[in-house]
């Protein structure tokens, strides 16, 4: 994800005076045109205009997200998170008794175990039915059953493609976690000590 106060090189408390000036000194740098990188401006301009933005600032500022600095690996990453983090706002139990962080991996790591073998179940049943067309006799003038199963087969690789694409998600919103702990009651009682 793109911050765009280190992107613009100010501080998160900038007024609009220095995000403009920070905004111009950075733009001449990355301008095309003055033998910058296309991608650098557009994400110069971007930060720019979310800084200048008080809504989104604000957003940004509050959940460190906004949709258009987000790559959209990041944004599918971020909704499964979002979703983990709506279960522990509504976990009953007291803040400090059970750690969120290491529930979270495990829901994470659950999820692609589970998608792994829906896989590999997809996989069999794929596996059984390319047999199946490769033992039955086909009709000279048409293969109805032929083409049926073919297209079984091709909905099952369907559904393996999208089944990888969420394991890259989850794996996504697995690596989005790096760095955080948390801390139980029972370590902030020992450092007490």
Do not use: W
Request: charged share 35%; aromatic share 6%.
């Amino acid at each position: 994800m793109i911050d765009p106060y280190k992107t613009l090189g100010v501080t998160r408390d900038a007024d609009g005076a220095a995000i403009k000036s920070a905004y111009r000194s950075k733009a001449k740098s990355a301008h095309p045109d003055t033998g910058g990188d296309v991608e650098a401006f557009s994400k110069v301009t971007a930060s720019y205009e979310l800084l200048l933005d008080p809504v989104r600032r604000k957003i940004y500022d509050d959940t460190g997200f906004d949709p258009q600095l987000t790559d959209s690996k990041d944004l599918e990453g971020l909704l499964v998170l979002d979703t983990l983090v709506n279960e522990i706002i509504l976990d009953e139990r007291a803040p400090g008794s059970f750690d969120p962080v290491s529930a979270m991996r495990r829901k994470l790591t659950d999820k692609v175990v589970n998608t792994r073998f829906h896989i590999l179940e997809l996989e069999r049943h794929r596996g059984r039915i390319r047999n199946h067309i490769d033992r039955i006799a086909k009709r000279p003038e048409s293969d109805v059953l032929g083409r049926m199963l073919t297209a079984r087969c091709d909905a099952i690789a369907d559904a393996i493609g999208k089944a990888e694409a969420e394991i890259k998600v989850i794996e996504q919103a697995y690596a989005m976690l790096d760095g955080y702990s948390y801390e139980m009651e029972e370590d902030m009682a020992k450092a007490a000590e």
